[in-house]
């Protein structure tokens, strides 16, 4: 049973546009909700991420929106640049406990 | 910034060898996890240790086995290799009182 659940899994953005993927998790007792960043041959990389008690957190081009209620949470990324094109993961975890990650989305920007 | 190696970077191998995939780091974390990724998807756990001498099946079943006898070091090891184990494995660790993982740049290993 997948706990995290991520769309699309791929992703085609133009330069300069924004690009928005989703996420939505069921256990209630997460607390922690990271995305990671993966560019081919490389491991994931933390990317930027949020605690239930904030609505938004932004950094740089990039902005995490976090809806409780609905228990889901999303990435933006603003002017979206063909250096972002990556596969990006979702993922929950609670009290320091091991990570769950979501299918992943492959982002392609073109120019 | 944190470091954590893996070696080989890249490994090609006949079926039925016995091989080891090694996985160190430097930041002294206890946590430390094995990860299981075919070509662009999904990241499997499939062994993770909480410290010396403890060792655990992740959520994906795995004929592999793991163990930890420094902080360190977590390598992993496969008795009989397989078609089937052909993947990415991705080692990562993380620190006692902080959330973040820290991955290294994982093994490509294919089985001929």
């Known amino acids: 049973q997948q706990q995290v659940k991520q769309s699309p899994q791929s992703l085609i953005v133009q330069k300069g546009g924004i690009s928005i993927i989703n996420c939505a998790y069921e256990n209630t007792a997460f607390d922690y909700f990271p995305w990671y960043q993966q560019f081919p041959g490389k491991g994931p990389a933390l990317l930027i991420a949020i605690r239930p008690d904030v609505s938004e957190k932004k950094e740089g081009r990039f902005t995490i929106s976090f809806n409780k209620s609905a228990k889901q949470f999303s990435l933006h990324i603003m002017d979206s640049q063909p250096g972002d094109s990556a596969t990006y993961f979702c993922a929950a975890s609670w009290s320091y406990q091991k990570v769950t990650f979501g299918i992943g989305t492959k982002l392609q920007v073109i120019p | 910034e944190a470091d954590i190696y893996q070696t080989p970077r890249y490994l090609v191998i006949g079926t039925g060898k016995k091989i080891t995939l090694e996985c160190s780091q430097t930041m002294g974390h206890d946590k430390m996890y094995w990860y299981q990724q075919d070509p662009g998807m999904e990241l499997h756990l499939i062994h993770y240790?909480?410290?010396?001498?403890?060792?655990e099946k992740g959520d994906l079943s795995s004929e592999s086995t793991v163990s930890r006898i420094r902080t360190e070091h977590f390598p992993l090891t496969l008795e009989s290799a397989r078609p089937s184990h052909t993947s990415q494995y991705l080692c990562?660790?993380?620190?006692?009182?902080?959330?973040?993982?820290?991955f290294g740049s994982g093994t490509q290993l294919s089985v001929l």
């Open positions: 990562a660790s993380q620190g006692a009182d902080n959330e973040k993982l820290f």
């Open positions: 240790s909480y410290g010396v001498n403890s060792t």
